[in-house]
């Protein structure tokens, strides 16, 4: 069901394992409550699912999806 509302894109940092993921994400205003942007559920699942490969380092999913940064260790 889709919120009836203003929608904005808006990009997101997702962490996971040694990833650190950008995905541009549609958040929206609701027309009931314009107080707060929300996200619908659709965009909810994507991001657990971000979040899931990003911590099985699923590089080549991730990179078709957003931005990936990967943490390294400052030795």
Request: aromatic share 6%.
């Amino acid at each position: 069901m889709k919120i009836p509302g203003k929608r904005v894109q808006r990009t997101k940092l997702i962490r996971g394992g040694r990833f650190v993921v950008a995905v541009e994400v549609e958040m929206v205003i609701p027309d009931d409550d314009p107080s707060e942007p929300c996200y619908e559920s659709e965009t909810v699942e994507f991001l657990r699912n971000v979040a899931d490969r990003a911590k099985e380092e699923d590089r080549d999913w991730l990179q078709s999806h957003g931005t990936v940064y990967e943490l390294i260790s400052a030795e």
